[in-house]
């Protein structure tokens, strides 16, 4: 049995609590807050193909130390998931790389959608947490961004049941803005050329095509409040629409170009400061329903090359709780908003089975964030600098416990 003595609960009341064990262990949980096993639904861990960026080896280790026990991936690997046999291909791979390294790590897949492959979704229905939409183009080839596809995937997904979750960001706008600041350096100029406008004209249509198919529609990384405004009013008519938001865009924003240039391009891009404090706003009223890393490794040579050559995504799985629960310290937001959006909302958006993954977290010491000490195979954090509390320091899941210190 391994008992925690003392432990400060979700509720903010301390208590003994205990998890059935080959052995008996006790732990002093004067100095640790419990939470259930954090939920991740949006990571690109990058397999297979970019494994330059990112393996299961490293980031089945980054999960558990930033306090995941579940994570969902993203399909634009090399090449995409967008057949029955490269899915199957991929639980191969990753089951393969976790045994690697022996970590418990529970994972689920998002499978691609492409206009040429719809007949392979039948297939494929039953494996897969849900459908991932790339409206707007980011890394790797994956698009669909003509209407009659998306009308075509919605139509799908109502009659198997599946969930779509979409990078929302409108392609014609991108590539106008895109040629016509071709020859611009500044690295403000991601955020510009992927215009608000951008993706507040994609969620508009994915908010008309859920109210057309009543298809559970979940908002990948939203960013801006044109698309907070869309989305509330859409959660008021009673619409199945899901909204996800990023750490970067609750941390960082473009006042910070300068010092962050490559570090700080990602896709939907950086917005502005009064567009982070209504995100806040949101996230603290409940128009927000999740926090995805959406953890998207490249490596820090690939992020150091001028705008036009650096790929956009940063990682993000390691330092999202303690980043959230420096601002709950800070009275940003309560505890029981951050267990909401990082485990509980999630659990429910995709119906996860429950489970009894204990997270246990310091929330006194305080650690400066450095490139080196990140787990992830890129080694490096846009947030490198910022001093923060709540790292974990056990993890309990799939009847292991793991010392975060020693992984
Ligand atoms: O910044 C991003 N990086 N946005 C995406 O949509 C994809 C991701 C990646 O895979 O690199
Ligand atoms: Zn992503």
Redesign the pocket.
Known sequence: MITINNVLMPDETRKTITREYHEDITIDGSNLLALPGLIDPHV?F?VPGLEDKEDWQHASIAAIKGGYTTVFD?P?TKPATTTKERLDNKFQIINQQLSEVDMPLRYKLFFGADKNQFHEIVKVKDDIVGIKV?MGA???DLLMDDESSLHAIYALAKVHGLIIAL?AEDELIIRNNAAKYADETDFKYHSIIREPEAAVKAVDLVIKLTEIYGVTSYI??LSTIGELELVKKAKERGLPVFVETCPHYLFLDESMYPTLNGRG????PLRTKNDQDILWNALNDGVIDTIGS?H???KLGEKEQPLCKC????PGIETTLPLMLTAWKQNKVKLSKVIELTHANPQKIFSLAKNDDLVLVDIVTSKILTDENMATKCKWTPFVGMELIGFPRFVFTQNRLIDCEKI
Do not use: I, Q, W, Y
């Open positions: 690109h990058r993203m634009n790339f980011s890394t790797g990078h990948l990384h391009k990602m896709n939907p959406d998207a490794p490249h790929p956009s995504g940063v």
